[in-house]
């Protein structure tokens, strides 16, 4: 089945500890997103990235990480310096079309909880 | 700055009725507007996509218009099942290819 596949569901982190969150997409898209979702607001942008060994900040990149060495996979780092890092964490892909830019897909997402 | 609004936050409708969802945004320089059904916990699932030179697109018993002069989209459910129960986001596209989302508007559909 082709799709996006995060993990893991449910994680954990300790104050002052740097996690990682796993997104893969099989669906041979050229660009990948990372949002933050809050209770009660839309989703929020920290990192995109339209090709491999590039990526964009987005709203909200201060305190997280990205890289993108494969095309299939853009992982992201929360680290310490992200201060309120408990929210849910969604991974999306799209292929990159000449115009207009194509139909969004969606990982489950991870949440995060500081502990 | 694009900003992207959903009206109401939250709508509640006895099974059978019609859902009738807005949207609106700012800029009216988009490429596309998309719409998204999100359950609780779970990720986002697209729905439909409108293309910034078209005016509607259907599936079912959806049916999603766009305004871009006036910077709004409507999303239409018919003939709404306790199913359709959940909370509906829509996004814009905008010049960078960056995607804009609405707070969303949580549903409920009482049987």
């Known amino acids: 089945d082709g799709g996006i596949t995060q993990s893991p569901k449910y994680l954990f982190r300790k104050e002052g500890q740097n996690v990682t969150l796993s997104c893969e997409q099989n669906l041979n898209h050229d660009a990948m997103y990372w949002y933050r979702q809050d209770p009660g607001q839309g989703l929020r942008l920290i990192y995109y990235?339209?090709?491999?060994?590039?990526?964009q900040k987005g709203d909200i990149a201060e305190g997280y990480s990205v890289s993108r060495e494969k095309k299939e996979s853009f992982p992201l780092t929360v680290t310490s310096a992200q201060k309120n890092p408990t929210a849910f964490y969604l991974c999306?892909?799209?292929?990159?079309?000449?115009?207009?830019?194509?139909?969004?897909?969606f990982g489950p997402g991870t949440r995060l909880t500081v502990l | 700055k694009q900003e992207v609004t959903q009206i109401p936050a939250a709508l509640s409708v006895p099974e059978g009725e019609n859902l009738v969802l807005n949207c609106s945004f700012t800029d009216s320089a988009i490429y596309n507007l998309q719409w998204f059904r999100q359950d609780p916990g779970k990720g986002l699932t697209s729905l439909l996509l409108i293309q910034s030179s078209q005016r509607e697109q259907t599936s079912g018993r959806l049916n999603a218009s766009l305004d871009k002069s006036s910077g709004r989209s409507t999303l239409y459910i018919a003939a709404s099942q306790p199913g359709d129960s959940a909370t509906y986001l829509c996004a814009v596209t905008d010049s960078w290819g960056k995607f804009q989302f609405g707070a969303g508007t949580q549903v409920v559909v009482t049987p």
């Open positions: 990235s339209q090709i491999v060994n590039d990526f």
């Open positions: 999306a892909s799209s292929s990159v079309g000449a115009s207009p830019y194509n139909e969004q897909f």
